[in-house]
């Protein structure tokens, strides 16, 4: 199941006639981006750019994305039947997250056959995308993994976070005070000091995976467990970071907390659909030091989805969160749920409990509200009984239209909390995440479970709820079971 890395994940994919290499020469102003929106948007092959505008005889001239952009192709990284069930990918998940593989060390590897370092130094040496019509520049980490260190406890968080291209040595990024990152960002501050910081670009998707998904464990273990193999690490060359050693590219640097130092950064085309952010001045990665394989494959992707437009990440991203809620309820010792499903957008989660207690549902609202898979996640949440299919969108409204009386308190508001800073229905003062470090939400939970408060009722058999008026009687089930071709029905 594991892969050694990039280059063997592209070979599987051309193996299996998923891969399309795209010879003709195409812009990265925006041509890449567009080529990929459509592709993406119909479930279509991976993508490796092998010609692109300005980058013939550049030492990096590939750009491989759209490699995660089906759920067989998913099911595939992960070693599972291409024919699972988004239900059943779930409880995968959960359980490999519950089972961290811990990573290797080595002396040497393939990132380390070209260091660059200095005034050599040029970010624009590498085929970067302008992806989208209304991006403030080229962003150079959309797919990337970023590795950082607690400079106390001396462990390692990897995250997806997106930077654009400043300078030929500078990367403007959008850091939000409540991911792992800017918790680190926030100690190395208080200490007065610049934060190491190693951009990982092209690897096993795996990393990408939980870099992406609040995981529970530090993300290196949780690669381990999904690829069903150790990561193996090599220290970086100017700290003591520690990135995989057959990755494509990796950017070594640091961020300074002085604002003197912010660059320009934004506006992108985020996950809601929209595009996120103002172009404002924002923390900077300084650049001192580029390794990278011979002939690398530089490595990205499309952020926003809409109705009918999407990215590859969202055929991947509602089952890990839905498995990392799922864990923390667990954690936080709420008992008997059924299921989480995230959807195509983190916002709405839908959570299916055997309801054992009167406030069973408003606890599920607690414990996910009170976790770090909070940040961006769980703005409405919908909790509902067993009957319930959290899958089947039919159901769910069927759930809100006859178990919701908000006169009942079937809807609770959480205001005042933490949210993301990219949703566009919050006031863009209320988005700035230099000046408050994350965005602002009232949060909304609707418990379309059964109200216990409801009397159970004699002539319903001492259940609170009617009995279900679209049944079909147990005999008359066998009736029609022994005569459907009598009556002409194959």
Known sequence: MAHEDLREWIGVLEN?????????????????????????????????????????????????????????????????????????????????????????????????????????IDLYQ??????????????????????????????????????????????????????????????????????????????????????????????????????????ELVRCETSDLLVPATAEIVIEGR???????????????????????????????????????????????????????TNEGTTWTPATFSAVAWQYLDQAGVPNVLGVWRGKWPEVIRVQIRKSYRGHAQQVAQALWGSSFANYAAKHLIVVDEDIDIFDWEALEWALAYRVNAAMGDISFFPGTVGSMLDPSVPIEERNSVKYGHGKWTRVLIDATINWELEPQEQYGGERYPPLGTAISPKMEETLKKRWREYGFE
């Open 16 to 120: 299996k006639g998923e891969l399309k290499r795209v010879k003709a020469e195409v812009d990265w102003d925006e041509e890449i981006g567009a080529i990929t929106r459509e592709i993406s948007s119909y479930n279509g092959p991976a993508l490796l750019f092998e010609r692109i505008k300005d980058y013939r005889d550049s030492p990096c001239r590939r750009l491989f994305t759209n490699g995660t952009g089906t759920k067989e192709r998913v099911c595939r990284l992960l070693g599972l039947s291409e024919e699972t069930s988004y239900r059943d990918i779930v409880r995968t998940l959960k359980e490999r997250f519950s089972n961290p593989v811990k990573p290797t060390k080595v002396q040497h590897g393939p990132v380390k056959e070209n260091v660059i370092s200095g005034d050599k």
């Open 126 to 231: 590498f085929p970067v995308p302008k992806w989208n019509p209304f991006d403030g520049g080229r962003y150079i980490m959309t797919s990337a993994s970023v590795v950082t260190m607690d400079p106390e406890t001396q462990l390692i968080n990897v995250g997806t976070y997106r930077g654009m291209i400043s300078t030929k040595r500078t990367i403007s990024v959008l850091l939000a005070a409540t991911q792992g990152w800017g918790k680190h960002f926030a100690k190395y501050k208080n200490r007065g000091e610049e934060m190491p910081v190693a951009v990982v670009l092209g690897w096993d998707p795996t990393l990408f995976m939980v870099a992406s998904t609040p995981v529970n464990y530090p993300e290196y273990e949780m690669a381990g467990s999904l690829r069903g193999s150790p990561v």
């Open 255 to 309: 961020i300074s907390p002085d604002p003197k130092t912010f660059e320009l950064e934004g506006p992108y085309s985020e996950y809601p659909g929209y595009y996120g952010g103002q172009k404002t001045p924002k923390h900077r990665i300084w650049v001192e030091c580029i390794t990278h394989r011979n002939d690398p494959i530089l490595t990205g992707c499309l952020t926003g989805s809409s109705p009918g437009r």
